[in-house]
């Protein structure tokens, strides 16, 4: 007996299969943009309190490891911890403390040697192919001179709205050390009472993917602060060299740069071409701009693929989109915490989505190890790596199988 067709499904027919395709994956895709709009607006409200916590898990990252060796070593763990953050915290006064110092002896030569400049592009001015009179410049300084004046309110406003957030600032310095030694002492219990929110029956897989996360965030703040510490080595060799002033605090400018990919990095170096122009002229800044360009190939071919790794590399388009977006949404702060966001949602997303990650027990991942995090995967470049271990994957199966319902019970029964 051939049953009817209802009219629901008949009027679905008659609506053509691209048009329905196109709807559904619209309205889905409407859903995604909202909740990462809303996500992201409220991120920017609570910023006050969201980039404390995210910048002490990138110093968690970091200093984890440490903590980790002084307990292993016999240290209480609370000693281990007060010990790594005191020493960080001292590092960073002192160093400070250095390029502050470092600023106060060079500035005085430094304006003597721009006054110098300045003199000589006027003399060129007037007295080169120009022929630009006198008049005219001074009409130019003194329309640089009204230009200030008019907008000195708006100068003077921006001096005290910053004096006023300056507690603002302190405050959160103290949230997120408060944080770092949190997340130090009781990393794993904090992560435990996370996923306590999260069902039984996938408890198990998203806390591989959390540790995955976790492994491709000290994997990727562990080599930016190895690329940042050696461009800014080089530079401040370069330039200490070449005899243009400040090195010291332009090496550490350098440094603290690299911590943006692509961008950060580029713009202090374009500080220092800028000084060595001032202060050397145009010769001595060419050749430090060569020398900084041949930094940046060395860092972008060799450097950032060795100590990245295939495991949290991301596509330089990628990488650039997450910056432009961060800058936007949060300034110079969220450029700066875009990239390893995205490392992190990146390696979490690939580990839910592979089913190789599926029998693997949570204690069994490294956050530690570069090559924890994500897991194998044919379709994201580990093709080969994975037909060199089918076999053993295969001789494997029925032990992770009958596997299985002892961790599905462990996740049932955990508290």
């Not at 770092?180 to 198990?204: A, E, K, T």
Request: charged residues 15%; glycine residues 8%.
């Amino acid at each position: 007996m051939i049953r009817p067709v209802p009219d629901f499904a008949r009027d679905e027919q008659a609506v053509p299969r691209l048009l329905r395709v196109s709807a559904a994956v619209s309205w889905r895709l409407l859903v995604v943009v909202g909740a990462v709009a809303v996500t992201a607006f409220v991120a920017v409200r609570l910023a006050g309190v969201v980039v404390p916590v995210a910048v002490a898990l990138l110093l968690a990252a970091l200093l984890a490891p440490a903590v980790s060796q002084l307990h292993a070593a016999g240290v209480p763990r609370g000693l281990a911890v007060t010990f790594v953050v005191i020493g960080g915290l001292a590092l960073l006064v002192g160093g400070l403390w250095l390029v502050v110092s470092s600023l106060i002896n060079g500035l005085p030569a430094l304006g003597t040697q721009f006054a110098a400049s300045i003199d000589a592009v006027v003399t060129w001015l007037t007295e080169g192919p120009l022929r630009i009179s006198e008049e005219q410049l001074r009409a130019a300084q003194e329309n640089v001179l009204s230009m200030i004046q008019e907008n000195q309110s708006a100068i003077t406003s921006g001096a005290i709205a910053t004096t006023t957030t300056l507690g603002m600032v302190v405050a959160e310095i103290l949230l997120a050390v408060f944080a770092l030694v949190f997340l130090l002492v009781d990393g794993p219990g904090i992560w435990g009472f996370v996923l306590q929110g999260v069902p039984s029956r996938v408890r198990r897989r998203v806390d591989v993917a959390g540790r995955r996360s976790l492994a491709a965030l000290v994997s990727y703040v562990r080599a930016t602060v190895v690329v940042a510490l050696v461009d800014a080595v080089a530079i401040g060799i370069a330039v200490a060299v070449m005899g243009v002033p400040l090195a010291f605090p332009l090496a550490m400018l350098v440094f603290l740069g690299a911590f943006v990919p692509v961008v950060g990095a580029v713009l202090a170096g374009s500080v220092a071409v800028l000084i060595a122009l001032v202060a050397n002229g145009p010769v001595a800044a060419l050749v430090l701009l060569v020398v900084i360009i041949a930094i940046m190939q060395l860092e972008a071919h060799v450097l950032q693929p060795l100590l990245l790794g295939r495991a949290v590399t991301l596509h330089p388009l990628a990488v650039a989109v997450a910056i432009t977006a961060g800058l936007l949404l949060a300034g110079i702060v969220g450029a700066l915490l875009a990239v390893p966001l995205l490392a992190v949602v990146n390696s979490g997303v690939r580990s839910l989505r592979s089913p190789a990650d599926e029998y693997v027990d949570p204690e069994d991942v490294r956050t530690s190890e570069p090559e924890d995090t994500g897991p194998p995967d044919p379709e994201l470049e580990r093709q080969p790596e994975l037909t060199e271990r089918q076999p053993e994957l295969t001789e494997r199966q029925p032990e992770l199988t009958k596997r299985q319902p002892e961790l599905t019970e462990r996740d049932a029964t955990a508290p």
